[in-house]
């Protein structure tokens, strides 16, 4: 079947404006992750959503930052006033009760 | 210190070299040691997956956990020109999420 699906795959904004990042599962995953990936620092963990359970935001880098999981399917990054140092490769990665983890391509975002 | 520690010096071998990759980690919670293998502006996809120190095999690849030495290895046998991407390591304790390795970039020359 299909993999995970991630859209856009390259975004450019300006500084200061919101960006969503859009994640599509694996069907049937209940797990849904997002990852950060800059450059020189590795993936860097960012939000966890398990079924209905209430989502792990330990990884969010400031409160600019929510992510939402429509229907336990479908995810959306926000990021509110952009800033440069947001610049980054988002990754979104989904997983079954087997636990492993499969990525999507990313969405390479740029603020300039 | 950071929780997964990852040389992420580049690695040039010739093909048909064998390719060692190794992590060290802090947290003795990591129950599941894996390696993702990630092309250039694609995402990591999965190489091995291992839970148990020991070596595991797949083809040209092997991996190897220490938990004693909180140490892990990835091998590559007669590496291929199409083995060149980045090589992450990442681990997890019994559930939630992935702690990664910088990652290191592997480039085999024909």
């Known amino acids: 079947g299909a993999g995970v699906s991630q859209s856009p795959s390259n975004k450019v904004t300006e500084k200061g404006k919101d960006v969503e990042l859009r994640c599509d599962p694996i069907?049937?995953?209940?797990?849904l992750y997002w990852y950060r990936q800059s450059l020189g620092q590795g993936l860097e963990f960012l939000i966890y959503?398990?079924?209905?359970?209430?989502?792990?935001k330990s990884g969010l880098p400031s409160d600019r930052f929510s992510a939402e999981r429509t229907g336990g399917s479908v995810s959306t990054l926000t990021i509110q006033r952009t800033q440069q140092e947001d610049s980054a490769v988002y990754l979104c990665?989904?997983?079954?009760?087997?636990?492993?983890?499969?990525f999507g391509p990313g969405t390479r975002l740029l603020v300039l | 210190q950071k929780e997964v520690e990852q040389d992420p010096g580049p690695l040039s071998v010739p093909e048909g070299a064998i390719v060692s990759l190794n992590c060290t980690y802090s947290?003795?919670?990591?129950?599941?040691f894996m390696w993702y293998r990630q092309y250039s502006r694609k995402g990591p996809e999965l190489l091995m997956y291992?839970?148990?120190?020991g070596n595991k095999e797949d083809g040209r690849f092997t991996a190897q956990v220490d938990k004693s030495s909180k140490y892990i290895s990835l091998f590559i046998r007669d590496s291929q020109p199409s083995d060149s991407a980045t090589y992450l390591c990442?681990?997890?304790?019994?559930?939630?999420?992935?702690?990664f390795g910088k990652g290191n970039q592997v480039v085999v020359i024909p």
């Open positions: 990442a681990m997890k304790p019994r559930i939630n999420r992935l702690a």
């Open positions: 947290n003795s919670a990591f129950q599941y």
């Open positions: 990665a989904s997983s079954s009760e087997d636990r492993t983890q499969y």
């Open positions: 959503f398990q079924g209905n359970s209430a989502p792990d």
């Open positions: 069907s049937g995953h209940t797990a």
């Open positions: 291992t839970y148990s120190s």
